[in-house]
């Protein structure tokens, strides 16, 4: 069975100013959306699961889910803050939504099968899709075996301000130890450096693999993922921002030695939309892939 692409699209873009999920950055007004759902579709990813709001369901609907449906298999899943397990409490002043892994968790009815899950408005680039395609399609019908898409830290930076990553540490054989976040990571004078605890500046190497939110799971995470979250209500519940992420559970099944997380290194270089003034710089972008003949004018013809 063909692997599936489960696309986190349910978040806002604060510091962007809207909704980024919609946004056409292509020459056609294509979204990063559709040049990821090209990329997992020739790379050979069988069904295409988003996880949206409800709020937004008529505009995505019509905007983006109408151009796949006579391509790939579609189906749409919801997230919602009201939405935990049976018997579970929570703060019901709570607004900011429950985080990446809830938003996963969404998905457990829809997939059956080894699953990618991705931000819906990251650019990860056609080899990654090709790299992680071919991971899922050797976990068939295995358990507790996951990786994680390693881009190489210089390949992620932002030209409008600092970033916020994942970074990795693994060990001799590729497999994930920790990731640990990093803030007000960028480039200075030719060297890469992040803010530690104490505020205090440290070097990164190019090559650092960091965590851009792109994972391949099979079917058993979702339970995993499922007790997780209680055990995150039960501590977390009653706060208002504190979120439940995918490094969070990885970390756990790594450290209990319940499961593994390869790390799948990619010359891809990332790029998104972070702040408002990305956004040029991302059309420049795909317009000089489409030049270069990584991308067709036009991807879904009519």
Known sequence: MKPTLFLLAAGMGSRYGGLKQLDGLGPNGETIMDYS????????????????????????TEQIIAKYRN???????????????????????????????HALLMGKDAIKEPFAVINADDFYGKESFEILYQFLMSVENKQN??????????????????????????????????VVERTSIEEKGG?????????????LEFNTPVSMNMWGFTPDYFNYSEESFKNFLQSKGQELKSEFYIPTVVNELIVEGKATCKVLDTPSKW??????????QVVLKINQLIKEGVYPQSLWKK
């Open 191 to 203: 060297t890469i450096v992040f803010l530690d605890e104490k505020g205090l500046e440290n070097k």
């Open 145 to 178: 075996e996951y990786c994680m898409v390693g881009y190489r830290v210089g390949n992620t930076l932002s030209e409008s301000g600092s970033v916020s990553r994942g970074v990795c540490t693994t060990d001799a054989d590729g497999y994930l130890t920790s």
């Open 271 to 280: 790029f998104g939309v972070t702040y408002a003034n990305d956004r040029p």
């Open 37 to 60: 759902v090209f990329d997992a579709v020739r790379a050979g990813f069988g069904k295409i699961v988003f996880v949206i709001r409800h709020s937004f369901e008529k505009d995505f």
């Open 71 to 101: 391509i790939v298999p579609v189906e749409v899943v919801f997230q919602e803050i009201d939405y935990v397990p049976e018997g579970m409490s929570y703060n019901k002043d709570r607004e900011k939504p429950w985080g990446t892994n």
